[in-house]
């Protein structure tokens, strides 16, 4: 009799730990049982339509959020050049959780989705459940746009001209103190630190871009791993499961050696678990609209992970596995191009990359192609390809046009004027602008003969015709790769030379 009761002892005890463990679970919503991703064009900020937005858009934006009393707010403080800086505050719950964004004033890709959450915490929808369980568990503290100057001027460096992110020993900026000052008062378990990188990255030796890349910063030079750093480490694993299925391989970790300069290694010596999220390019995505859209479902998981503990199970071995940053990308990459050089022709792989110029009104970028690379690029990728190995290369020709012709000229006149070998046009009755030229199809040009009677070289700006039997089949434009076999669109920009 004893043996029975024992046995029945034996077999109730784990069903009633695995029952309290399913009602427990049934209690923390993960992301993925939500409609949240499908649902986030309810919640994407309207008022932010492109990337390069300025402090005075967003001050109406989180006025509108402390109007609604969802947030608290308070300003810590201004910029040199006099911009407040903002904190905005949800959640009731124990664990503390510091988010900022934009330290570099030109990479906002974070602070579009950080108005993208805000939305989301701001309206009532099948997700509330998903929503009152952060704000039960978390005090989220989130300081968008901590370098409103160099936000207006469209540039990495503050109005000092100092990196934000490399004062965190010296706090020469107001900028530097602030975020120091709020994190000493919050006390945070967690740091996000958000940030952009170059589009060029990939993840690993692939053609993968490295569309999101991590980072569990180190505290000292010996990389040495304490509870700290390993839940950062372990949240980043989780999170790179997580994008996967929206970014499949294009998920990267920075090189972690450390530099005391920085926020994030400091505040991983302070006790925080920081945590780096880069964001850096997707294909036809040059205003990283898709990519906010990561950056906001990401940041909601992981958030989720903190409150629920889930990022505890997660083994440190899985964040070795992650791939590298690793520059084997360009904007374009042609295969096997003919080259002549001198009265020696050779067929060779280009590498051609577009810098990006700010425009006078710092609120739209413009592009300028050149040739980078020019040899054997195996290892070498391109966002765009196009294979030459059976086509001839040669020069754009000029076409002559009074002003008034070229502006009368429709896309599809430009397209025809293409498909027979020009790449250039020349007024006849004055001079043509020079720089970028937007929305149109053919560069201008002052000169009467063609750039470059030898086209592709190191160094050239990057236009040339690929043609097949005086054909053309493809025309590099800007260092744009125009397919002639297909519909033509304008570019962002050609160029005036």
Same mark, same amino acid.
């Given at each position: 009799?004893?043996?029975?009761?024992?046995?029945?002892?034996?077999?109730?005890?784990?069903?009633?730990? /695995?029952?309290?463990?399913?009602?427990?679970?049934?209690?923390?919503?993960?992301?993925?049982?939500?409609?949240?991703?499908?649902?986030?064009?309810?919640?994407?900020?309207?008022?932010?339509?492109?990337?390069?937005?300025?402090?005075?858009?967003?001050?109406?934006?989180?006025?509108?959020?402390?109007?609604?009393?969802?947030?608290?707010?308070?300003?810590?403080?201004?910029?040199?050049?006099?911009?407040?800086?903002?904190?905005?505050?949800?959640?009731?719950?124990?664990?503390?959780?510091?988010?900022?964004?934009?330290?570099?004033?030109? #990479?906002?890709?974070?602070?579009?989705?950080? /108005?993208?959450?805000?939305?989301?915490?701001?309206?009532?929808?099948?997700?509330?459940?998903? +929503?009152?369980?952060?704000?039960?568990?978390?005090?989220?503290?989130?300081?968008?746009?901590?370098?409103?100057?160099?936000?207006?001027?469209?540039?990495?460096?503050?109005?000092?001209?100092?990196?934000?992110?490399?004062?965190?020993?010296?706090?020469?900026?107001?900028?530097?103190?602030?975020?120091?000052?709020?994190?000493?008062?919050?006390?945070?378990?967690?740091?996000?630190?958000?940030?952009?990188?170059?589009?060029?990255?990939?993840?690993?030796?692939?053609?993968?871009?490295?569309?999101?890349?991590?980072?569990?910063?180190? &505290?000292?030079?010996?990389?040495?791993?304490?509870?700290?750093?390993?839940?950062?480490?372990?949240?980043?694993?989780?999170?790179?499961?997580?994008?996967?299925?929206?970014?499949?391989? !294009?998920?990267?970790?920075?090189?972690?050696?450390?530099?005391?300069?920085?926020?994030?290694?400091?505040?991983?010596?302070?006790?925080?678990?920081?945590?780096?999220?880069?964001?850096? @390019?997707?294909? !036809?995505?040059? #205003?990283?609209?898709?990519?906010?859209?990561?950056?906001?479902?990401?940041?909601?998981?992981?958030?989720?992970?903190?409150?629920?503990?889930? &990022?505890?199970?997660?083994?440190?071995?899985?964040?070795? =596995?992650?791939?590298?940053?690793? +520059? /084997?990308?360009?904007?374009?990459?042609?295969?096997?191009?003919?080259?002549?050089?001198?009265?020696?022709?050779?067929?060779?792989?280009?590498?051609?990359?577009?810098?990006?110029?700010?425009?006078?009104?710092?609120?739209?970028?413009?592009?300028?192609?050149?040739?980078? $690379?020019?040899?054997?690029?195996?290892?070498?990728? @391109?966002?765009?390809?196009?294979?030459?190995?059976?086509?001839?290369?040669?020069?754009?020709?000029?076409?002559?046009?009074?002003?008034? #012709?070229?502006?009368?000229?429709?896309? =599809?006149? $430009?397209? #025809?004027?293409?498909?027979?070998?020009?790449?250039?046009?020349?007024?006849?009755?004055? !001079?043509?602008?020079?720089?970028?030229?937007?929305? +149109?199809?053919?560069?201008?040009?002052?000169?009467?003969?063609?750039?470059?009677?030898?086209?592709?070289?190191?160094?050239?700006?990057?236009?040339?015709?690929?043609?097949?039997?005086? !054909?053309?089949?493809?025309?590099?434009?800007?260092?744009?790769?125009?397919?002639?076999?297909?519909?033509?669109?304008?570019?962002?920009?050609?160029?005036?030379?």
């Amino acid at each position: 009799m004893h043996k029975k009761v024992l046995l029945i002892s034996i077999l109730i005890v784990p069903i009633i730990f /695995f029952g309290f463990g399913n009602c427990m679970d049934s209690s923390r919503p993960e992301i993925e049982s939500t409609t949240i991703w499908q649902n986030y064009d309810h919640y994407k900020e309207p008022a932010i339509k492109n990337r390069m937005f300025k402090h005075g858009e967003i001050i109406p934006l989180i006025q509108k959020h402390i109007d609604s009393k969802v947030f608290t707010s308070s300003i810590l403080g201004n910029s040199v050049q006099g911009r407040s800086i903002n904190l905005l505050t949800i959640g009731k719950g124990k664990t503390k959780v510091l988010l900022w964004s934009q330290m570099h004033g030109d #990479e906002s890709t974070a602070t579009m989705a950080l /108005f993208d959450i805000f939305n989301f915490f701001s309206v009532s929808d099948e997700n509330d459940e998903f +929503r009152k369980f952060l704000t039960d568990n978390l005090e989220m503290n989130f300081l968008p746009m901590l370098n409103p100057d160099g936000a207006e001027a469209w540039k990495r460096r503050g109005a000092l001209d100092i990196d934000i992110n490399r004062d965190a020993r010296l706090l020469n900026t107001p900028e530097g103190r602030i975020l120091t000052q709020i994190a000493n008062k919050i006390k945070p378990q967690f740091g996000f630190n958000l940030h952009d990188q170059s589009t060029l990255y990939s993840a690993g030796a692939t053609k993968n871009q490295a569309t999101i890349s991590f980072l569990a910063p180190t &505290y000292n030079y010996s990389k040495d791993m304490n509870q700290v750093r390993e839940n950062a480490t372990k949240l980043i694993v989780l999170m790179n499961r997580t994008l996967q299925k929206y970014a499949p391989d !294009k998920v990267a970790k920075y090189n972690d050696d450390h530099d005391p300069r920085c926020f994030g290694d400091t505040f991983q010596g302070k006790g925080i678990s920081t945590i780096l999220i880069e964001s850096g @390019g997707y294909p !036809k995505d040059l #205003e990283k609209q898709y990519i906010r859209k990561l950056n906001f479902y990401v940041i909601l998981s992981s958030l989720n992970a903190i409150a629920n503990k889930s &990022y505890e199970k997660e083994a440190i071995k899985d964040y070795a =596995a992650i791939p590298e940053n690793n +520059r /084997f990308l360009y904007d374009l990459v042609v295969r096997n191009a003919m080259v002549t050089k001198g009265n020696v022709k050779f067929r060779a792989n280009l590498g051609i990359n577009r810098s990006q110029i700010v425009d006078a009104d710092k609120r739209s970028m413009s592009y300028f192609g050149r040739i980078e $690379e020019l040899s054997d690029m195996d290892k070498n990728y @391109g966002y765009d390809e196009a294979d030459a190995s059976t086509l001839v290369s040669v020069p754009g020709k000029i076409k002559m046009l009074k002003k008034a #012709e070229w502006e009368k000229m429709n896309l =599809a006149a $430009e397209t #025809e004027l293409v498909k027979e070998g020009y790449l250039f046009v020349r007024f006849s009755d004055q !001079k043509s602008p020079t720089g970028p030229v937007k929305n +149109r199809l053919l560069n201008l040009t002052n000169n009467s003969i063609p750039q470059n009677n030898q086209p592709i070289g190191l160094g050239n700006a990057a236009n040339f015709i690929l043609s097949a039997d005086d !054909k053309p089949v493809f025309a590099v434009v800007n260092g744009f790769l125009v397919d002639l076999t297909k519909d033509v669109a304008a570019l962002p920009n050609s160029y005036g030379f």
